[in-house]
């Protein structure tokens, strides 16, 4: 049975910094893209960032990037999400998720989140000002 397990979200002031983690199990999944989405209440889930398997390619949206870290280590099938310099803004639900290497092999944008076939059940992460 496929699972990713996201952890390391909670409670921290603005400026501060949170690592996400994303165990995944069940198949290897080296060859996926692996990403990042966020999903604030009562808005729609958003692209945060993703890598993809080679050559490790990083991608971030535009509101995280110089402030968030994607990186992955394959060999534990586990990727994570370097949270610096938090903003209540960045306040959501954050979800790991796993694209197949069809899609980098059809050379699709991996911020398009109908490519994910494989998500986690998400980790909270609350920024307070």
């Known amino acids: 049975q496929v699972q990713l397990v996201e952890s390391g979200g909670g409670l921290v002031q603005a400026g501060g910094s949170l690592r996400l983690s994303c165990s995944a199990s069940?198949?290897?999944?080296?060859?996926?893209?692996m990403g990042w989405f966020r999903q604030a209440p009562g808005k729609d889930r958003e692209f945060v960032a993703a890598?993809?398997?080679?050559?490790?390619?990083?991608y971030y949206a535009d509101s995280v990037k110089g402030r968030f870290t994607i990186s992955r280590d394959s060999a534990n099938n586990t990727v994570y999400l370097q949270m610096n310099s938090l903003k209540p803004e960045d306040t959501a639900v954050y979800y790991c998720?796993?694209?197949?290497?069809?899609?980098?092999?059809?050379?699709?944008?991996?911020?398009?989140?109908?490519?994910?076939?494989?998500w986690g059940q998400g980790t909270q992460v609350t920024v307070s000002s």
């Open positions: 069940g198949r290897t999944f080296s060859r996926y893209t």
């Open positions: 890598i993809d398997w080679n050559p490790s390619s990083t």
């Open positions: 998720a796993a694209r197949p290497p069809k899609y980098y092999s059809g050379g699709l944008s991996p911020r398009l989140s109908w490519q994910y076939n494989y």
